[in-house]
């Protein structure tokens, strides 16, 4: 299942917000629609944010010929979401290939190679997961780390990927996620069609269901990790780590080492806030009354100390945690 | 705001499925329209439910005259929720009135003194939760544990309400609490109508709320609370609780000690799990795939080193909790 298709130099992804009930693909042709895409969330996920911020960018370079306007747009494009490391990363990365003038084709051909390394990556997740998970393992997840999120097998979904074509029996308990219910709407929609057992409980009922000893081990994608392991992943993944650590359920973080943010320390790390339209409206229907204000925070922060292993592509790392030479 | 209105004998309820976009009220006239309104949650919160079933049950002894029948009733009316104990103990309050006979009058009699008790409950628990709490608090509940669960007032927001007619400046921040979603929708809905500053968080944001120092208190009904200070309250409640411990945030719980379970052990105490429409629907538009299962338990359990102190009408109670001799 992927939510990005190129064909030659058409960009399609899927429109995740309509999910699961209606599958829609929407053309990227420009930074401004990649711009738009990400910050609308038809496509959320950290590696398929860069890969469609890349492509987007690169589709301009068509139209732009001053090297100052092209590398302007690429700092807007930045600005579509604050948090995802792999969107500033990606958008260097084609400012960089694309030399003295912005070049096409050589802003193309970086895109591809980020669209393939991805596809590496979260194959390579897979099997350096996959050991983690036993016959007959109830795993956790929270949001959508899934292929839905990134290229194509997912972060946190493809080490049970891989396990389940191995012949491992998994099961999978989905958190809804809300407020934008990618548990629900995209986690359950990609395993239930690739045959796994899904289980969906309400974010509340984690600590019970834990308590409960349903859950066997906790897996989640990231948005951004720092240097020591620091995990800024969507809201809601701070509750799950805390309760793992109490229940002594092992809690692993997957990612594509483009994920990783060896320069900043927590305190520089931008959270965003999201519109509170969306805690007051659930596919279009009102559920708050008037005069409420809401607070919106799309990411939280899962200290080190939770994680017991954090899964890259390069292998399995175990606390303390050390992913750079810092700045 | 009261949610229930007596009115000669007639017995109205506001339909708490509706709000806060409409307000309709319905009718209980028998110990099955009092069943139908607490199982299908026109009626929540367990004070509610216990003066809700002991008018049901009174109504019906007018077309009832065997006592063993009535007594089936009570029984029966009992099983409309497993978890609020309020539920058991009003049901066999008025079937002890009632003698040896089903009598309407002892019957009705003493839901009327449930009702006034609960009213009266509420207006202390308020009192004497108020000292608790700071001008310029800013408070966060989890669930609805106010005038709509109650009669009036409320239990955990009596509090708030009494603070803030003595002048204190209190902000709350509700929790939406999925996956009925009373915090958006009745919490908010009857604080913003007392002219309270009220905060909407998704449950996924009470990790991150807490770590930024946005919350000084906290504040929650429960279900039912075992003589140790084990308390059964809504979903999610447990989650808010160790967040609350871990960020040295007092956790307060407050009730009628007519939810005290003194006899009950936590393991003999059933968590009513209901059904997965809850969670593949809201408002009537699915969100889910279909294939997926779900797990949906109504209440969690939170322990009582959690706790800060325990609000009754009788007074504030400190850890270690030890409400009664026992069985």
């Not at 370079?61 to 490391?85: H, N």
């Not at 996959?130 to 109830?138: H, K, R, Y």
Request: glycine letters at 8%; aromatic letters at 8%.
């Amino acid at each position: 299942m992927r939510p990005i298709k190129v064909q030659g130099e058409e960009v399609l992804v899927l429109d995740q917000r309509l999910l699961p009930t209606r599958e829609k693909w929407v053309r990227i042709s420009s930074a401004e629609d990649a711009y738009t895409a990400i910050k609308t969330m038809i496509v959320r996920g950290a590696p398929l944010i860069g890969v469609v911020a890349a492509y987007g960018l690169a589709l301009s370079a068509k139209k732009v010929s001053d090297i100052e306007e092209y590398r302007k747009m690429g700092e807007w494009l930045k600005t579509a979401r604050p948090t995802a490391i792999n969107l500033m990363w990606a958008v260097d990365r084609v400012l960089r290939a694309t030399g003295s003038a912005p070049s096409f084709e050589r802003s193309w051909e970086e895109a591809n190679k980020i669209f393939s390394e991805e596809l590496e990556n979260a194959r390579k997740i897979g099997e350096n997961g996959e050991p983690l998970f036993e016959d007959g393992d109830v795993v956790l997840t929270h949001c959508n780390a899934g292929a839905l999120a990134t290229v194509d097998y997912g972060t946190a979904l493809a080490p049970l990927r891989v396990a389940k074509e191995k012949g491992k029996n998994i099961k999978v308990f989905a958190t809804e996620t809300r407020p934008v219910l990618q548990g629900a709407r995209l986690t359950a929609y990609e395993l239930v069609k690739d045959g796994f057992d899904v289980t969906l409980i309400a974010d509340t009922a984690v600590g019970l269901t834990m308590m409960k000893g349903y859950i066997k081990k906790v897996i989640v994608g990231a948005d951004r990790v720092l240097r020591d392991g620091t995990t800024i992943n969507k809201i809601g993944t701070f509750q799950v780590a805390t309760f793992a650590k109490r229940f002594n359920i092992p809690f692993y973080v997957a990612l594509p080492s483009s994920t990783l943010d060896l320069k900043s320390r927590v305190e520089e790390v931008v959270i965003e806030e999201r519109s509170p339209e969306e805690l007051f409206y659930i596919k279009g229907r009102r559920i708050a009354p008037r005069g409420v204000k809401a607070f919106n925070p799309a990411f939280d922060i899962t200290p080190p100390e939770l994680i017991t292993a954090i899964i890259t592509e390069k292998g399995v790392y175990y606390p303390p945690f050390n992913f750079g030479q810092g700045p």
